[in-house]
């Protein structure tokens, strides 16, 4: 296969960076086989983050938030791509033509050179999508954009474990439905970086956020910043912006994300095997355990 694509997306052709991401989507092409031409990812400059996740659930406006956040920052002169994973939708329709719509920014003639949109139709995906989108995120990086922020919804392990590749992760929130901070909610709370409430110009917005303090306060270690937006008005979205682009990890978060991306480590080694159809031909016929199989894939230490 030529990799003029490559080189052509090195030097800038947003049709080749596309197709590039596309590769890697579809595994025709391996990362390190791309980075080989690319260059390597570059380490964070600073202690800032170079990859962010804006998780939350689906109609909480994690897109529209998006877009003034991508807005705000790129005023500020910076390169940012975005990924946006969505399970449910194929590139066609639904949530994920919906992300782009929202994106407004993208068609801002003053600053779309500084952004790049790109959505992640994962049932089309082979393989494992926090893989992908790792290896997505990866090649951005490696094409200097300086940050990279990652849309997914909050619900599923898949989802949760895309969250967890990024460096910092935001759970959006809506207003209050008056069942407080549910243990579902909690365990994605627990990765939180920063909260937004959003739909502030809704009821229920400042008691959710109170609501959601609180409970970071009865759990240990440090409370993140919780912020009040309306993505529909503007309002504290400019704030949140700067909020962000300076956000430190928290402490608490920290041992939350290594777990899940141990997790995600894990399953790679698992469905990269090249030994994997055979092992699960031989668990299928009973004539290997899990143990056995899990050692027979290797990689794994204290063998
Ligand atoms: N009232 C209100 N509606 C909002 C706000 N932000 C987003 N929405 C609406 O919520 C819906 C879902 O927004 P979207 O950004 O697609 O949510 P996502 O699924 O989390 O990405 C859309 O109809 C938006 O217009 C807000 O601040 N206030
Ligand atoms: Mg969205």
Same mark, same amino acid.
């Given at each position: 296969?030529?990799? /003029? ?10 049709? !080749? ?12 092409? *391996?990362?390190? /086989? ?15 983050? *170079? ?43 639904? =949530? ?37 989108? @790792? ?15 990652? @849309?997914?919804?909050?619900?599923? *392990? ?14 959006? $929130? ?7 901070? /549910?243990? @579902? ?6 990765? =939180? ?44 979205? $400019? ?9 430190? !990890? ?9 777990? $899940? ?10 469905? $990269? ?27 794994? !230490?204290?063998?």
């Amino acid at each position: 296969m030529s990799t /003029q694509f490559l080189t052509d997306a090195k030097n800038g052709d947003r049709r !080749s960076l596309a197709r590039t991401l596309s590769a890697i989507e579809n595994r025709s092409i *391996q990362l390190e /086989q791309a980075l080989d031409i690319l260059g390597p990812v570059p380490d964070s400059a600073d202690d800032g983050w *170079q990859t962010l996740a804006i998780t939350g659930a689906p109609g909480v406006g994690k897109s529209c938030l998006l877009d003034g956040l991508l807005t705000a920052w790129a005023k500020k002169g910076l390169r940012i791509a975005v990924l946006a994973v969505d399970p449910s939708s194929p590139r066609t329709g639904g =949530a994920l033509l919906g992300d782009r719509v929202r994106m407004t920014v993208v068609d801002d003639k003053e600053l779309n050179d500084r952004i790049y949109f790109r959505s992640v139709a994962t049932r089309k995906a082979s393989g494992s999508v926090p893989v992908i989108v @790792e290896d997505m995120t990866k090649i951005l990086l490696a094409l200097g954009w300086q940050k990279v922020v990652i @849309e997914t919804v909050g619900a599923g *392990q898949s989802e949760v474990r895309c969250a967890a590749l990024a460096d910092r992760i935001v759970v959006v $929130e809506g207003p209050a439905r008056g069942d407080g901070v /549910q243990a @579902e909610k909690a365990g994605l709370l627990e990765l =939180a970086d920063a909260v937004l409430v959003n739909k502030s110009d809704l009821p229920g917005a400042e008691l959710h956020a109170n609501e959601i303090r609180e409970s970071f306060e009865l759990g240990i270690g440090s409370t993140p910043p919780v912020e009040l937006t309306s993505a529909l008005h503007g309002t504290g979205v $400019e704030h949140a912006a700067s909020v962000l682009l300076d956000l430190p !990890s928290s402490g608490r978060s920290v041992r939350a994300r290594w777990r $899940e991306r141990l997790l995600a480590f894990h399953e790679r080694k698992i469905l $990269e095997s090249p030994k994997l159809d055979e092992l699960l031909q031989q668990l299928a016929k009973g004539s290997i355990h899990l143990d056995e199989a899990m050692r027979l894939i290797g990689g794994f !230490s204290n063998e």
